[in-house]
Every structure is written in structure tokens, then in C-alpha cells.
């Protein structure tokens, strides 16, 4: 089993960045997908970021591509989103989730993510 701990979240005004780490517990965080999804109150969860198992592999949803990276230190059992030209939209509780996916390649889907963490909250004030 797999325990995510995410830190780094806050208050930040429009245009600002954040950087959110996701520690993983265990030995065998690297052969997990790793992925981030998050919640607005009143909707649905939505998938953010996603990295395959040696980093080489992202998937980025639409509202946030140009915008936010999602990388991974296997050595580290972390991984981080960057998070740069913060909008009030990406006010949301953002949570890490570690995986199998498809072949080890990144996923949005947030049923390929069996492990989850607790979130942490990102606010963007206009």
C-alpha cells in the first residue's frame, strides 16, 4: 500500500505560482503513475497532471497546458506540480494519486489511480 502526504498549497494572487510535492511511502514509488487531480466545492473531480513511471511521460489537461509541469524524483519517492500564471479558476483542493495506468504510461483517468491523498488547497485570489 501506498501513502501520499501532498504539501505546498496556499493563498496566491492571479498570475502568481505555487509548487505542490506529493511524498510517497514505500519502496515502490517508482512503478506507479503518478497523477494530480483536483475539486472545486459544488464539482466534480477533474484531472490536472499526469507522469509515467521514469518522468519521460506527461499528460497535462487542457486549462492548465502552457501553464503547469508535473514532474517526479523517484529518489525522492515525489512528485511535484510547478504551478505558474494561476488563475481564480484554479482555486480547488488538489489531491496526488499514485497508479498502474496503461503500461505505466501517464493517465487521466482517474480509475486508473488506486491510491490517494489527503489534498491540499490551492486559493487564487483575483
Known amino acids: 500500500q501506498v501513502q501520499l502526504v501532498e504539501s505546498g498549497g496556499g493563498l496566491v494572487q492571479a498570475g502568481g505560482s505555487l509548487r505542490l510535492s506529493c511524498a510517497a511511502s514505500?519502496?515502490?514509488?517508482?512503478?506507479?503513475?503518478m497523477g494530480w487531480f483536483r475539486q472545486a466545492p459544488g464539482r466534480d473531480r477533474e484531472f490536472v497532471a499526469s507522469?509515467?513511471?521514469?518522468?519521460?511521460?506527461?499528460v497535462y489537461a487542457d486549462s492548465v497546458k502552457g501553464r503547469f509541469t508535473i514532474s517526479r524524483d523517484n529518489a525522492k519517492n515525489t512528485v511535484y506540480l510547478q504551478m505558474n500564471g494561476l488563475k481564480p479558476e484554479d482555486t480547488a483542493a488538489y489531491s496526488c494519486?499514485?497508479?498502474?495506468?496503461?503500461?505505466?504510461?501517464?493517465?487521466?483517468?482517474?480509475?486508473?489511480?488506486?491510491?490517494w491523498g489527503q489534498g491540499t488547497q490551492v486559493t487564487v485570489s483575483s
Open positions: 507522469v509515467g513511471l521514469n518522468g519521460g511521460s506527461t
Open positions: 514505500g519502496r515502490a514509488f517508482s512503478g506507479y503513475v
Open positions: 494519486a499514485a497508479g498502474w495506468g496503461r503500461f505505466g504510461t501517464p493517465s487521466g483517468r482517474d480509475n486508473d489511480y488506486a491510491y
